[in-house]
T-cell receptor
Framework: ETGVTQTPRHLVMGMTNKKSLKCEQH?????MYWYKQSAKKPLELMFV???????ENNSVPSRFSPECPNSSHLFLHLHTLQPEDSALYLC???????????FGSGTRLTVV | DQQVKQNSPSLSVQEGRISILNCDYT??????FLWYKKYPAEGPTFLIS?????DKNEDGRFTVFLNKSAKHLSLHIVPSQPGDSAVYFC??????????????FGKGTHLIIQP
């Protein structure tokens, strides 16, 4: 499979649950990103991983915990989320020196 | 405070005419600008970009113009086609040459092409 794949596509979780979002890319890119898209807001950068090292944490609450075990996989671990965290979470990847990110289709998260 | 602004939430254009989508930015450190297109239930896809050393970049029906003094860029689509109906995001980077810095996005403009 090519491109950036995100699973699950949809997730409903309670505020006390723990869940994880998964992102996988088979493009040979060395940078991966998590973005959040809330209704009527711009895409917000959450985390940047460059060569598996986290290079940016954009003031994201600790209830969101990223993990990048290798340059092809990226996880976002979720725990004790709030209803306002309901949003579309997008993963993207890019190659160093090229700005054309490739995005996944996103995970639509609803916190109840 | 939004650093990348797309002030038109939606735009309706007749098929065959020109679509012009606008974007303003406030951060003078931005040196690379991109447009992404997003269909429902899909992730954004890269469309076209421009470096701050240029004022125009063209790719087929798509042209991006950059006015650095006004901190303004625009995307022109001509002629507009029904498949162009989508949400268009403007994005900017203050990177130093690589892409792994994270992009700053606008809220998007929903372009609707009328038959």
């Amino acid at each position: 499979e090519t491109g950036v794949t995100q699973t699950p596509r949809h997730l409903v979780m309670g505020m006390t649950n723990k869940k994880s979002l998964k992102c996988e890319q088979h493009l040979g890119h060395n940078a991966m990103y998590w973005y959040k898209q809330s209704a009527k807001k711009p895409l917000e950068l959450m985390f940047v991983y460059n060569f598996k090292e986290q290079t940016e944490n954009n003031s994201v609450p600790s209830r969101f915990s990223p993990e990048c075990p290798n340059s092809s996989h990226l996880f976002l671990h979720l725990h004790t989320l709030q209803p306002e965290d309901s949003a579309l979470y997008l993963c993207a990847s890019s190659q160093e020196g090229f700005y054309g990110y490739t995005f996944g289709s996103g995970t639509r998260l609803t916190v109840v | 405070d939004q650093q990348v602004k797309q002030n038109s939430p939606s735009l309706s254009v007749q098929e065959g005419r020109i679509s012009i989508l606008n974007c303003d930015y406030t951060n003078s450190m931005f040196d690379y600008f991109l447009w992404y297109k997003k269909y429902p239930a899909e992730g954004p896809t890269f469309l076209i970009s421009i470096s701050s050393i240029k004022d125009k970049n063209e790719d087929g029906r798509f042209t991006v113009f950059l006015n650095k003094s006004a901190k303004h860029l625009s995307l022109h689509i001509v002629p507009s086609q029904p498949g162009d109906s989508a949400v268009y995001f403007c994005a900017a980077s203050a990177g130093t040459g690589g892409g792994a810095d994270g992009l700053t996005f606008g809220k998007g403009t929903h372009l609707i092409i009328q038959p």
